[in-house]
Every structure is written in C-alpha cells, then in structure tokens.
C-alpha cells in the first residue's frame, strides 16, 4: 500500500506531505478509530490523536490533532503495535522487547502494576526471551517467544490469561498445559479469548466461549488451552478474531468460521452461533488467501482468488450474512470504509519504492514539454498539454479535436481570451482536478468555465467566491451570478445582500448595477420582508 491509501482515515488528513513522505508504518486504533501511531522510514515513532487513558504514550494525557514523538521508542526498530480497548497499546521491537502503555485497570499492560501508563515501559518478566509475535484483547494481552512459548497477562475474568486462576494477570506468565512442549506460530484475541495455532497447524482455544467462539463444541469457557479437535486433518495457517467469533484459513485456502453471528460475520447465510468449525464454501471466493477481522469488531475480511476482497458481517450498521464482493483493492480499505469503529487489524506498512499511481502520474505530466502533443500560447506563453487527456476531460475540446476540423493536427493553439494565470489553472484543473489560483481570479475562471461549459469547474469558483464575498463587492457579484445564469451564487449573494442592506446600497458596486437588475433586487428584496416598517 502507499500513503494515497492513508485517506481512508480521516485521522491523516491534515498531515503535511513532507511528514507523509517520511512514513513507514502506521496503525489507528481506539473505540473511535481517534488515535494513531506512526513509524518513519528514519526509525521515529509519533502518535496523534485524543489520547484516551493515556494510550499515545506521549507523557501525559493531552490530545493532539499534531503528530507528537514518543522518544522512548524512537531507535528502537518497532516492528509493529498490537491494542485492545480500554485502550492498552503494545509495541514490538527488533529485540523483542515489548513496550506498553495506555489503560491498565486491569493489568493489561504487565508491568507489575494496574496503574494507568503515560509513557512506554518494558513489561516485566520477559527480560531473557525474545517475543516474535504480539496481540491484544479487550483488556489482555498474548506474546509468542522465537521458542514458539505463549505468555500472557491481564484480565482474567473467563480464564482468556489461562492462569489456572480467575483474577487479572499484573505480569507475564507463561501458558502451559496442553501447549506444554507445543510449538505456537501465532495468537489472536477475542474480546475475552485467546486462540493459538502450532507449527503443526494445530488451533487451540481458551477464555470465553458464551457464543462458541472457542471452537470446541460446547459453549464452556475454558481456564486452560483445549484443542479444536474439529479441525483433526486440517492443517491451518493463520487465525483471525472478532469481537464474539473467529476466522481460520487452511495452507490449502480453505476458510472455517465459528462463534458468534448475531450480525452475519460468520458468513454462513444466517445468524445462528456455531460452536464448531464450519467450512465457508462460496463459489464466488474460489481459493482464500487472507483473512482479516479484530475483537473491536463484528465485520470479517478476506482476500480471495484474483485479489479480490469479500466482506460480511457488521458492515457499517447493516448485516451482510453472506460474503459479499467489494471493488476495494486491499483488506485495509474494507475495514477502514465497513468496519465500526474505523480501525486497523493489523498496521499498514506502505512500500517504501512507492510507484507512481494514475492521480500523480497525471500531475506530473501537465506542462510536461518532453511527452506534450499540443502547446497552447497564451499571450504568447506556452503550456505545453496533451491532446488525448484535453478530448477525454473537456467537451470543448472534444468538439475541437474533430476530424473535419482543420486546425486539429497544429502543435500550436494561440489564445487570448483569458489570462495566462487563469487559463493555465484552467488546464491544470483537467489533469489533477485542482483549482490553484488565487480567490481574487476566481470571477475570471467562473467566465472561462462558463465559456467552456465546465459544471464542475463552474461549481469550485462559486465556491471560491462565496468565501471571499464582501459588503463592498456583493453587488458585483450579485449581477456577474446574474450574467452567468449562477443560480446558487445568485441566491448566495442575494442573501447576503439582504442581511447588509443599508451598507451594500450605498456601495460603488450598487450604484453601477443596470436599471433592471436594480429593479429586480427590490422587487426581491420588498417580497423578502426587507421594507417592512
């Protein structure tokens, strides 16, 4: 992915482009997808965002709609995040160290204590491992060593910590019983539970099963680690969870559901729990490649034969129970544009050999002398564009390039109708559907667009206009609306007009308004109420 894909959160979207240049990693998190960590290509780690329970780990609780540096982990090579609800927040370095902080009511973060954490710490207990793999539950949290051990730590109200007892976990402790001499790859967390998967392709649940999120058959929670004994023969690779179920894809792409599907996430066509693996079989899907859901949510994800990208589930407030076909072209994107709240499963590294995409491409080829077909002077200044790009967004030039039009194979178009700043914002505006000129221009590019008959363009001048009208020139905006039959901008200006009578009258601008123009803004002024005594 590239930073164009950050616009699905609207988290990013007063980031300076310089700073996006620089990003690496980012993750947005939260109950309202309100907070954000970011990695740089320089190894610098920033947060933004409101700062619930302290969960940007800036020192101190103060939110920010700036990115702020998290100094302790810059240098640190943070590989990625993992975050639960309250919300705790852990990040994974080079060395496999865990840092955590945020919410810690229920010792979520491992550090001994249940004390709120402002600023990134160390878990404790872990000093002499190296942790491979992180993630998170609501209120827990799960760390798998390079020696494929499983420790945990945090709430443990349904036994989802496994600690053979039910109160919270304040320090890692390692998950034995049945994952004694087991070797575990990955772990994902429900809400309140735990599933993880051995090199073998194994899948073992604990923690809460109200709804048979765990996989085994009944609804029993479970203190200790049981096999998913419904998966015998079936070698899985990876586990995703929801909030309430839980997404298993096989090395041969083979999807099974189970848990929770109240609202369809489970994809099997209605909204009954399922306390046992299910195989998903839609034809549509083919082979499944990737699987995408997290303990925030109720949606799931998955990426299917051909890279396409199928949801269902709690999408955006509705109840999809059959997996449906996006033109999304990432997992990222479903959930950023479906899931509730707007978060990330995972965080998104965007490639660092960024390609051009069509958007830039476009941008750098306006002006371009090297690759332009058609240069137009204007005032005898030359923009140099491209015939193909002008036919396919402008009908004037559409019309113009015509066959039997006998100035169509020129190289060189001379114009003076309009400025050159004007029409060359103009011409930009084809190729980035941008408007870069300054406001007090916007009247001339109104006149060109409606010589042109560009709507679109005609819009972001009125636009333009409005911000900028005054007492002094609403009058002359008022009768240039008029002249270029700018219904909206006519009525804006009226408006206006109307609420600043007795100044806008007495302006030069009113006074060199023609007869019938003047006679018409009474007539609608008198009918507004504006002489009523």
Known sequence: MTTADLKNWPIFNLLEPKFVAKIHMVVVYGNLGN????????????????NTAGCLGT???????????????????????????????LALTKKGEIYSWGHNGYCELGNGSSNQ??????????????VTSIACGSHHSVAITDEGEVYSWGQNNCGQVSS????????????????????VVSVACGQTSTIAVTDIGEVYGWGYNGVGQLGIGS??????????????????????????????????????????????QLGLGSKANVCSPTKLSIPEMGR?????????????????????????????????????????????????????????????????????????SMRNAFNDETTSDLTIKVHGKPIYVHKAV?????????????????????????????SYDVYHSFLKFLYTNEVDLPPEHALELLDLANAYYEQQ????????????????????????????????LEEFCFKFALNHMTAVIQTPNFAKLDESTVKTFILKAAYAGAFKT
């Open 59 to 89: 020192g101190d609780s103060q939110s920010t709609l700036s990115p702020r540096k998290i100094d302790i982990l810059c240098g640190k090579g943070v590989q990625t995040f993992a975050y639960g609800s309250g919300p705790h927040v």
């Open 117 to 130: 954490g402002l600023t990134p710490t160390l878990c404790l207990n872990l000093n002499d491992k190296i």
């Open 35 to 50: 907070e954000a960590l970011i990695v740089t290509k320089d190894d610098e780690v920033y947060a933004l965002g409101s």
């Open 457 to 488: 363009l005609k819009r972001r001048c009125i636009q333009m206009i409005k911000q900028g009208i005054t007492v002094s020139n609403v009058a002359f905006l008022y009768s240039t609306a008029i002249e270029y039959n700018a219904k909206e």
């Open 219 to 264: 609804y029993v929670n479970q203190l200790s680690p049981c096999k998913v004994t419904g998966l015998t023969g079936v070698v899985i690779e990876k586990i995703a969870c929801g909030y309430a179920h839980t997404l298993a894809l096989s090395d041969e792409g083979v999807l099974y559901v189970w848990g929770g599907n109240a609202f369809g």
């Open 390 to 418: 002008l036919k396919i967004r402008c009908q004037y030039f559409r019309s113009m390039f015509q066959e039997h039009w006998s100035e169509n194979n020129k190289d060189v178009i001379e114009h003076e109708t309009f």
């Open 288 to 360: 499944v490649s990737d699987i995408a859901t997290l303990h925030y949510t109720h949606i799931s994800v998955a990426m299917c034969q051909g890279g396409k990208i199928f949801m269902w589930g709690q999408c955006r407030g509705q109840s999809v129970i059959t997996p449906m076909a996006t033109p999304l072209p990432h997992m990222h994107d479903a959930l950023a544009c479906y899931g509730t709240p707007s978060v990330m499963h995972e965080p998104l590294i965007l490639d660092d050999d960024e390609e051009i995409g069509i958007i830039e």
């Open 164 to 183: 053979g007892i039910s109160s919270n976990q304040a320090a890692p402790r390692k998950v034995n019983s049945a994952l004694s001499g087991k070797v």
